[in-house]
């Protein structure tokens, strides 16, 4: 305990140290760690404004307590303090926490040593899962992700931004198509740039034999797994449309000045696809890459707090007689990993927006950033098919044995909590359905639009090579004839003819129509 109390000398240089939260509950009473909502924020859902519970900061072990709340016990009281009271729900959550935290909680919960050892390299844990008998542990690893807030922001205005297009195209008769379809370049202008920040973690939780009910959450330490940003559609404008908007467009404030747009974030902190941000592969030499390292690094701990993880867990834990506090650990433990699905939807929601912002741009008539464009798509492609590959061990391996595990935990007197379990289960096998399903299409539609920007610049390059060779059959005649006659020979009649010049542009232009009407034979021969 005297080691634990001083966890801040432990990770030196770091942004945040490890934590402990614990609560205590049953349907009359919930203690520990929990501070109840008392505001609500704004947030867009179905197509919408929407008002939410706010979740509160929590209070970890050891921290004073909230106005209105109780303080929770110390890492010392809480390691020597064993719940076992029936009918009530232990649940434990240490996040991000160092080696000395993970043999802490091993001893205290008298994990197996094969978990702890799990538990001391989770950062690089496959998805998977293990039932034990008896009183034993049984656990699973769940691949998290979180959007950032930059991300989340810049979404959910793009999503407001195209509720109000969409308006404006029905009062005015235009439609919009599927997503979008812009008649006018003024509306593509005014679209706002979307960010890609997408960080992940795996999360641990362990369960006990019903006459225990206790649950234990870990989280392992996050790092980013995408950072970038959709190009602005003013850098695409072809060079006539920048003279025009230059020239004629500009539009300026009453007082003279011409605001300029400020940007949240620049290109220059984005991250290509499989971009490393272990301590190991940065070179901390350099201060600029320190800096950018430690940047990132407070930026994801700041979109994955212990309250953005379990905040709809936490709002459920402030009600009374909610169906998570009236229901058994089991249901926790399903709760908790239905909550953190629903987060892949939102990530692919966020990259079809990007994917289709970045198809228009594409799509634009003598763009000059079509190479940028095109690397972003590739980026997208490369980062779906990551997430692809992490989700479906998950669907297909762990998932279908939960089931098996709940209903064979529970004593059979639990009747309503096994049905919870069972249509939490159900819903996470469709969020888990719907994004691999709409994943691989996006993935196709990547594969298609580089497919079609490859096409498209080798028909380029033919056109230029066709022009060439256009230019090069008028002259070819004209080269003929002039290496001809610049030949020194001493006895050339041609040289001394009255007319000679006009002879030698006669004669160039004859045998250019012959050399014509010989190719123009030829290719209509060849046609099918």
Known sequence: GALLS?????????????QIYYYNYDGNSCEGSLVPSRK???????????????????MPCGAEASPGCVAPLSLNEFFMKHVSEENITHWAHAHNPSQECILALGQHYRLRVHSQCLLARLESASPQVEYADGLDWSSVVFPAV????HARRAHDEYLSWLRNEQTKAEKSGRNLGGQKKFKFREDFRDEPRLHIGVVRLNLMIFWSATSETTVVSVASAPKYFAKWSTPSSRLNDSMATSIWSWCCCRRRAPKGYQPIPQEESSDSDDLEAGTSLDEDTIDLDNQDAKFRFLQMQAQAEECTRFEDTFGQVLVQLAQDNSVLRMGSYSQLVYRILLNRS???????SMYEAAIGNLEEQLAIKGGSNKAVLINRVSTAKLELE??????????????????????????????????????YKFD????????????????KLCDSLVAEYDRKSKDQVNSVLNYLTMVMFVI????????????????????EWQYGYHYFFTLAACVTALTAGVVLCVYQASLP
């Open 6 to 18: 001083n966890s801040s000398d432990l990770l030196p240089g770091s942004a945040a140290t490890w």
């Open 40 to 58: 609500t924020v704004e947030k867009f859902s179905n197509n919408s404004w929407v008002e939410e519970p706010m979740v509160e900061i929590q």
């Open 146 to 149: 979180y959007v950032d807030k």
């Open 342 to 348: 629903i987060d892949y939807l939102y990530v692919l």
């Open 386 to 423: 990551a997430m692809v590959r992490v989700v479906e061990p998950f669907f297909e391996n762990v998932l279908p044995k939960l089931p098996a595990l709940v209903s064979h935990n529970d004593d059979g007197k639990a009747i309503l909590p096994t049905r919870v379990c069972r249509h």
């Open 428 to 443: 996470m096998q469709n969020n888990f359905d719907e994004f691999l399903r709409k994943a691989r299409t996006q993935i």
């Open 476 to 495: 070819l005649p004209m080269q003929i004839l002039t290496g001809l006659y610049g030949m020194n020979f001493k006895h050339m009649p041609e040289l």
